[in-house]
């Protein structure tokens, strides 16, 4: 009965070995990046392109984004026969947005675009983040609505902070929540990710992103990875 014990007590210790190596915050980061193709595949994105229709306030509006890795981003949307446009680079920006009676365009404040370098990093901030300057802690496992996820809390050099969770089946990411100051006020922001999908050439993108308290869900139905981008859609337009 003794030994019967301790080899009950081994196995147990050997068991709960394993579950704590599988929650390491390497391994769980690794299998993320394996997950989005590998480290190779993140490394050769230049630029992503996507499509789709955003629904706000129900409103379906049609939407561009383009992004130039590390660059900046363009966004275009219609809505009540206009065209509007917000771009942010990580030198600066502006937007001309006839929505709200704009005739021409006009700098972008600089605390709206101050975090656009998250935005622009098509790898992801998970992605060495060691080089990027960044921490990261994985606080453990959490069950939201079912579905297991593992908590990774990330600090930028800048000390802003995001919490990332990935589920634990897929390691893709399923939720990010970001404090941001809106005009003076501290808001949380969710984004929750969904419908994983693969391009014909290999990258993975979530097709369904919904942002909350903002009530804005976006869904993308055309994306094309490394196609040709010119700078130029960056530049703010001169006045007329």
């Known amino acids: ?7 009950a007590l081994s196995l147990a210790l050997v068991g709960a070995a394993v579950s704590v190596k599988a929650q390491t915050l390497d391994e769980v980061v690794s299998k993320h990046i394996s997950a989005l193709g590998g480290a190779d595949k993140l490394k ?4 992503q392109v996507m499509e789709g229709k955003m629904h706000l306030q129900g409103m379906e509006l049609p939407f561009k984004s383009i992004i130039i890795q590390n660059k900046g981003m363009r966004v275009e949307f219609e809505v009540m026969g206009t065209k509007n446009i917000q771009v942010a680079t990580t030198t600066g920006g502006w937007n001309f947005l006839p929505v709200q009676q704009q005739t021409e365009p006009v700098d972008a404040n600089p605390d709206d675009i101050k975090d656009i370098s998250q935005e622009v990093d098509l790898a992801g901030e998970l992605f060495d983040y060691k080089t990027k300057g960044s921490t990261a802690e994985l606080i453990g496992k959490e069950t939201i609505e079912g579905q297991e996820l593992y908590k990774i809390k990330l600090t930028r050099k800048d000390a802003s902070v995001s919490s990332y969770y990935l589920d634990a089946k897929t390691y893709y990411i399923a939720k990010r929540v970001s404090p941001k100051t809106i005009q003076g006020q501290e808001v949380e922001i969710t984004e929750n990710l969904t419908d994983y999908k693969k391009t014909s050439d290999g990258f993975v993108y979530a097709s369904q992103v919904e942002q909350q308290p903002m009530g804005i869900k976006m869904s993308f139905e055309k994306v094309q990875y490394n196609g040709p981008v010119d700078e130029k859609v960056f530049e703010k337009p001169a006045k007329k």
């Open 1 to 7: 009965m003794k030994q019967l014990r301790m080899l």
């Open 44 to 47: 050769s994105l230049k630029s």
